[in-house]
Structures are given as structure tokens and as C-alpha cells.
């Protein structure tokens, strides 16, 4: 039973570019949830995906968009890249919004 | 802003002791999650609970959840150096709100 899986691992970019990250949930779960982890810090909620649609955000700006496509799996897009944008990005999925929450092993962002 | 302070950032502790790892905030929340991250993977649940004054153990870690549902305790016994890691308390507010708050975590390292 294969669990949330996240490529690529590791991703260097450069300020001002632009990049995806692609998440496909655990095997039955159909939401699809997006966290970013600074260095130091718990992971802060980006957005929720369920039906192809984004069902909830947090406090995070235009920059960062996502999609859900019919098979559940998602993709987080993330334009004009800070150096604040350097953090680890975890996708979580379940099944329904709440609980429980399984995370995959994130993609690990580094901005220069 | 929902927040949940924990409580010690940092631990360090020898092998065999016994700690206590705190989770407060201000808002009640439906649920509450406790995870472990290690390095370079993401975080893995270990329990939630739900209902006020709940109390659940799991091996040598006993989970508690405050009466007024605000707070939670994590003690684990006996510590070993493989409970080194990164435990993180997260709250769910149910409902349409489907995002999980997190704390910073506590870094607990266990010295053989």
C-alpha cells in the first residue's frame, strides 16, 4: 500500500523563476492537502484540494496556486521565487478534509 | 489566528529518562494530533485525540488532551535514543475549517 509520494526530493531555483511540485496521495484518500516547513519551524497550511477544487487556503499569496486532477494526485505551482520561499513542502492526503492527515516526505526548496 | 505554543523548544535528555513535552493554546479545538518528524522525512502520526480529559497511551507514550480541549501533553517514559526527533501537536478545528494548526515542535534528542 503505497503512501503520499512527493517529487522531486530536492529543487534549486533562483529568484524570480518558477516551479512545480507534484504530490499523489495515499492509495483511497481523495483530498489533498499543501503544507510549507521553514527551517525551525512547525508546517504552515498552504491549501486544501477535494473534487479538483481548492476547498481552502491559508494566509499565503497569489504566488502560490495549485491542482487536483481526476486520479486525486495535485501539483503545487509557485511563481516569482523569494528567498523566503526556501522551506521544505509537504503534501498531505486523507480521506474527507479532516482526519486523519498521512504526509508524504516533502520536496526540499532551495531559492539562491 | 488560531496558535499552539509548545513547550520546551529544545530537549536533551540521557537514555532511561522520563519527559514531558506541552502543547497550550487559547482556542478549543475538535481534535488534536501529536506527529514525529526525523530529518529529510515527513511528519508520521502518532495519535489523536478527541474528546476533553482524554487520555491515550501508545507503548512507552501517553497522550492527554486537556478538559476545555485548549491543551495536550505528550510524556514519554523510559526514553530511548530512537524517540529522537522532532514532535509536533497539531489542531484540527472541524467543521468547513479543514487545515491542521501546528506548533514549532519540540526537538527532543536522547543521548545512549
Known amino acids: 500500500d503505497a503512501g503520499v509520494t512527493q517529487s522531486p526530493t530536492h529543487l534549486i531555483k533562483t529568484r524570480g523563476q518558477q516551479v512545480t511540485l507534484r504530490c499523489s496521495p495515499k492509495s483511497g484518500h481523495d483530498t489533498v492537502s499543501w503544507y510549507q516547513q521553514a527551517l525551525g519551524q512547525g508546517p504552515q497550511f498552504i491549501f486544501q484540494y477535494y473534487e479538483e477544487e481548492e476547498r481552502q487556503r491559508g494566509n499565503f499569496p497569489d504566488r502560490f496556486s495549485g491542482h487536483q486532477f481526476p486520479n486525486y494526485s495535485s501539483e503545487l505551482n509557485v511563481n516569482a521565487l523569494l528567498l523566503g520561499d526556501s522551506a521544505l513542502y509537504l503534501c498531505?492526503?486523507?480521506?474527507?478534509?479532516?482526519?486523519?492527515?498521512?504526509f508524504g516526505d516533502g520536496t526540499r526548496l532551495s531559492i539562491l | 489566528t488560531q496558535l499552539l505554543e509548545q513547550s520546551p523548544q529544545f530537549l536533551s535528555i540521557q537514555e532511561g529518562e522520563n519527559l514531558t513535552v506541552y502543547c497550550n493554546s487559547s482556542?478549543?479545538?475538535?481534535?488534536l494530533q501529536w506527529y514525529r518528524q526525523e530529518p529529510g522525512e515527513g511528519p508520521v502520526l502518532l495519535v489523536t485525540?478527541?474528546?476533553?480529559?482524554e487520555v491515550k497511551k501508545l507503548k512507552r507514550l501517553t497522550f492527554q488532551f486537556g478538559d476545555a480541549r485548549k491543551d495536550s501533553s505528550l510524556h514519554i517514559t523510559a526514553a530511548q535514543p530512537g524517540d529522537t526527533g522532532l514532535y509536533l501537536c497539531a489542531g484540527d478545528s472541524g467543521g468547513s475549517n479543514y487545515k491542521l494548526t501546528f506548533g514549532k515542535g519540540t526537538l527532543l534528542t536522547v543521548n545512549p
Open positions: 485525540v478527541v474528546t476533553g480529559g
Open positions: 482556542s478549543v479545538f475538535s481534535s
Open positions: 498531505a492526503s486523507s480521506l474527507t478534509g479532516n482526519q486523519p492527515q498521512h
